[in-house]
Antibody, heavy 117, light 112 residues
Framework: QVQLQESGPGLVKPSETLSLTCTVSGGSFSNYYWSWIRQPPGKGLEWIGYVYYTGSSNYNPSLKSRATISMDMSKNQFFLKVNSVTAADTAVYYC???????????WGQGALVTVSS | QSVLTQPPSVSGAPGQRVTISCTGSSSDIGAGFDVHWYQQLPGTAPKLLIYGNNNRPSGVPDRFSGSKSGTSASLAITGLQAEDEADYYCQSYDSSLSGSNVFGTGTKVTVL
């Protein structure tokens, strides 16, 4: 059974870069889309972007090019960076298998990232 | 980028049937893209509930069913149970602006 686990700093200062890693275990990295989705406290879900196992990626236009998703297939990991963060980027960040026209079928437990000085 | 519209809340007594609507546009649901549904229990990550408009993953009770028509979709829960109290989100794909995954605004289901 494939499992996903987020890791990274839980506190980031305003204007700095948020960085998270997702480690995939128990399944193949190939032939799938891998996405990041976030949920501000008390609010709904927002898709951030995906990386395909080939390395291609796509992003939510609302992040205005601040997000970058990359991957390391040799380590079964993919990564999220969001630069120039503000308090509005405070959220639980989920790494998820799926994206594009494919449903999200496996979710990590989520990582709370707080943006504060 | 569009957001799919859901009612903020629905409620029902145990055993009743409730439905949650999900309204999109001509660039997402109306363009023929599938609708998927997720259940989020308090304090947990969302879980896939319905995929491809009306398909249940293994382990999801058949009390949950989905449908799609035109620019809208619906999730029905029959025989409502206390454990169904959760937030529910629809999701689809938006072909405008180079393509994006879009979520519904979310619906809180309360079991009375």
């Amino acid at each position: 059974q494939v499992q996903l686990q987020e890791s990274g700093p839980g506190l980031v200062k305003p204007s700095e870069t948020l960085s998270l890693t997702c480690t995939v275990s128990g399944g193949s990295f190939s032939n799938y889309y891998w996405s990041w989705i976030r949920q501000p406290p008390g609010k709904g879900l927002e898709w951030i972007g995906y990386v395909y196992y080939t390395g291609s990626s796509n992003y939510n236009p609302s992040l205005k090019s601040r997000a970058t998703i990359s991957m390391d297939m040799s380590k079964n990991q993919f990564f999220l960076k969001v630069n120039s963060v503000t308090a509005a980027d405070t959220a639980v960040y989920y790494c998820v298998r799926g994206g594009a026209v494919v449903h999200f079928d496996r979710w990590g437990q989520g990582a709370l990232v707080t943006v504060s000085s | 980028q569009s957001v799919l519209t859901q009612p903020p809340s629905v409620s029902g007594a145990p055993g009743q049937r409730v439905t949650i609507s999900c309204t999109g546009s001509s660039s997402d649901i109306g363009a023929g893209f599938d609708v998927h549904w997720y259940q989020q229990l308090p304090g947990t990550a969302p879980k896939l509930l319905i995929y491809g408009n009306n398909n249940r993953p293994s382990g999801v009770p058949d009390r949950f069913s989905g449908s799609k028509s035109g620019t809208s979709a619906s999730l029905a829960i029959t025989g409502l149970q206390a454990e169904d109290e959760a937030d529910y989100y629809c999701q689809s794909y938006d072909s405008s602006l180079s393509g994006s995954n879009v979520f519904g605004t979310g619906t809180k289901v309360t079991v009375l």
